[in-house]
């Protein structure tokens, strides 16, 4: 089996470390479109939580609850280069808090 490096990685898959504020907030420089997320709180007990671009902006899964999706009222919107909040968002825009967003690229379907 031949061996093909992934040239320029972050075209597919990215982190980002930012501070929340309940506010609109752009998240940029992810260096591709945001389809699939993974966003962790990393100073609280918060909740770890996805959302893809296919079920939509304003769906939240839970990774670690046995709960069903939760449907936000202040969703996100996908760029071509990260994600924007549009306000408060559960557990990823906290004011002050700090997050860990985990971002791939999937074509968008």
Known sequence: ??????NKSKSHVNTKLYTGTSATHALTGVGHQSDFLW???????SHNHV???VYGANKWRYTDLTQSDDTANANITYGTDGITFNGGNYDSN???KKYVMWSW?????
Do not use: E, L, V
């Open 39 to 45: 966003i962790k709180n990393r100073q609280d007990t």
């Open 105 to 109: 690229k999937a074509n968008g379907s």
């Open 94 to 96: 906290s004011s002050g």
């Open 51 to 53: 959302n893809d671009s």
């Open 1 to 6: 089996m031949a061996y093909s490096p992934i």
